[in-house]
């Protein structure tokens, strides 16, 4: 069992930063592939990019490549979503998300979610 809750979100300018974090509990969090999703209002939820179990792998939308970067610390049960060159379109809410052994796109693929994190870029 794995539980998550995000923090980090907010207002910011067009072209400005933040930080994202993903704090997990379970004993066995190091073995799950993390990925960040997104919802804008009356959108589908989105793939924003994954994470391996190990860090040494990673995987993001071509919407965000370039401009956003995921880590994580297994030490510290936190996965980091480091967003920069933020746009208006970034605006949503933002999903963490648990997986064994996937950090892709498929939304199916994910047994644990959490509650979201709010991020708003003004223009």
């Known amino acids: 069992q794995v539980q998550l809750v995000e923090s980090g979100g907010g207002l910011v300018q067009a072209g400005g930063s933040l930080r994202l974090s993903c704090a997990a509990s379970?004993?066995?969090?190091?073995?799950?592939?993390i990925a960040w999703f997104r919802q804008a209002p009356e959108k589908e939820r989105e793939f924003v990019g994954g994470?391996?179990?190990?860090?040494?792998?990673?995987f993001y939308a071509d919407s965000v490549k370039g401009r956003f970067t995921i880590s994580r610390d297994n030490a510290k049960n936190t996965v980091y979503l480091q967003m920069n060159s933020l746009k208006p379109e970034d605006t949503g809410l933002y999903y963490c998300?648990?997986?064994?052994?996937?950090?892709?796109?498929?939304?199916?693929?994910?047994?644990?979610w959490g509650q979201g994190t709010q991020v708003t870029v003004s223009s």
């Open positions: 998300a648990a997986a064994s052994a996937y950090y892709g796109s498929r939304r199916l693929e994910y047994n644990y």
């Open positions: 994470i391996s179990w190990s860090g040494s792998s990673t």
């Open positions: 379970g004993r066995t969090f190091s073995t799950y592939g």
